[in-house]
C-alpha cells in the first residue's frame, strides 16, 4: 500500500496546472498545423520536470500505448468492450502526475484511462 503525501492548496493548484498543459498539449497534437505552441507547452513540462523548486518536481506521464493489466495502481480504467485480457490504453483523460523528492517518486494523480483489447481494431 502507497503512503499518500498530504497535498497542500499550492499543491493542488500546481496539479490543475499540470492537467492544464496536458489538455492543451492533447488539442494542440490533433490540429493539422505546425505550431510553436509546442515549444512553450515543452518549456512549460520542462519547468516543473527541472526546475521548479530545488527538491521538488513534477511529472507528467501520459500512459496511451501502454499495456494495462488490474494490478497497475497509477491507472483508474474504464473498459471499452467486453474483453478483460490483453488491454491497452487507447485514450487520456488526466494522465499520471508523479511528484519526485530528492530519490523519491510518488503518484499524486492517477490516470484516468479508457482501455480496450489490443486486437479489437486488427
Do not use: W
Not at 518549456?43 to 501502454?66: A, C, M, T, V
Not at 523528492?101 to 499524486?108: D, F, L, M, P, R
Amino acid at each position: 500500500m502507497q503512503t499518500q503525501i498530504k497535498l497542500s492548496k499550492a499543491f493542488k493548484n500546481q496539479i490543475f496546472i499540470l492537467n492544464q498543459i496536458f489538455e492543451i498539449e492533447n488539442k494542440l497534437s490533433k490540429l493539422d498545423i505546425s505550431h510553436t505552441i509546442g515549444r512553450n507547452i515543452d518549456k512549460l513540462k520542462s519547468f516543473y520536470k527541472d526546475s521548479f523548486d530545488e527538491n521538488i518536481s513534477f511529472i507528467i506521464e501520459d500512459p496511451k500505448g501502454q499495456d494495462y493489466n488490474e494490478t497497475r495502481t497509477d491507472l483508474e480504467a474504464n473498459i471499452a468492450g467486453d474483453s478483460v485480457e490483453n488491454l491497452i490504453v487507447i485514450d487520456v483523460i488526466k494522465p499520471i502526475i508523479r511528484i519526485k523528492q530528492g530519490n523519491k517518486t510518488q503518484i499524486i494523480q492517477q490516470g484516468i484511462v479508457i482501455v480496450q483489447d489490443k486486437n479489437k481494431g486488427k
